[in-house]
């Protein structure tokens, strides 16, 4: 019974495994549907998902604002880049 | 005639960009020194194609396109590296029948997203889980986020199949969830 019920509604691991694919790729039609019948009986996947989702959100914005990194003294690292400048210029 | 290359100043675009320039190549490599070194291949490699630039974009996009490349390179070099794929990374959350532990189910979020965004203590500890995370896996996702790019160019890009790739992103989603989950939620 249960392995009928992971054939026609996939197994969690599969789900998730979905639900990380359509992020990135279109999903087939089966797949597609499959997947929206897990999730209407399956909260823990739907939780995963929404928790994924978020969590590319906030990579993504992340990513696009990085905190500026403090503690890394720039200045002397600044000028041995303009001497550095200076010399390929000057070859 | 006016040299191209007199439209660009670099010394002054090392005082005006260094330092965000580092951060963020810091925030993508997670290591102050190979960001310098990054940066500092940038400039360099700004330096012999300054003559190259037609002033299309701004020297700042110019100098992050170059910057980009470099990382992208950088990770490159690493995925070459095969891809760990042991089959016992699932064990942790899934039942052989592939059915969730239970004390591993997701439960709901419940913090409200947009304030979550913002949350320097959340983002800490992504950025933390992130590097935590083994090396193929993490690169999977900063890749992603890296490039912004769309899943089968970032295949291309790295000479992997789309199956390989999204099997990476989800051991390492799977794991970055429950990093947070214990770090954050539970901790808190």
Not at chain 1, 35 to 56: P, R, T
Not at chain 1, 70 to 89: P, T
Not at chain 2, 65 to 82: C, E, G, M, T
Not at chain 2, 156 to 177: C, S, V, Y
């Amino acid at each position: 019974m249960k392995k009928l019920m992971h054939w026609l509604f996939l197994s969690c691991l599969k789900a998730t495994e979905l639900i990380e694919k359509k992020i990135y790729f279109k999903l087939s039609l089966r797949e597609r549907m499959q997947l929206e019948v897990h999730k209407m009986m399956c909260d823990a996947c739907s939780n995963y998902e929404k928790d994924s989702l978020l969590i590319d959100k906030a990579l993504q914005k992340q990513s696009a604002v990085p905190p500026v990194i403090k503690g890394i003294d720039l200045k002397a690292f600044e000028q041995s880049l303009i001497k550095k400048l200076d010399d390929v210029d000057k070859v | 005639m006016k040299d191209k290359k007199t439209h660009i100043n670099l010394a002054e675009l090392v005082r005006l960009h260094t330092e965000e320039m580092v951060s963020w190549a810091y925030y993508k490599v997670s290591d102050s020194e190979l960001a310098k070194d990054l940066v500092q291949d940038t400039f360099l490699a700004a330096s012999e194609k300054a003559g190259n630039f037609r002033g299309d974009s701004s020297p700042k996009t110019w100098l992050y396109s170059i910057l980009n490349f470099k990382i992208i390179d950088f990770y490159r070099a690493k995925v070459k590296k095969p891809v760990n794929m042991d089959g016992d990374s699932f064990s942790k959350f899934f039942t052989s029948d592939g059915e969730w532990i239970k004390d591993k189910r997701p439960h709901a979020w419940i913090e409200e997203e947009i304030h979550l965004l913002d949350d320097e203590g959340f983002n800490k500890i992504l950025k933390l889980c992130l590097d935590a995370l083994p090396d193929n896996w993490g690169l999977a996702i900063k890749l992603k986020f890296l490039l912004s790019k769309k899943g089968d160019e970032i295949c291309e890009e790295l000479g992997i199949t789309p199956t390989n790739f999204w099997q990476i992103i989800h051991r390492a989603k799977m794991q970055l969830r429950e990093c947070i989950d214990i770090n954050w939620y539970k901790g808190n």
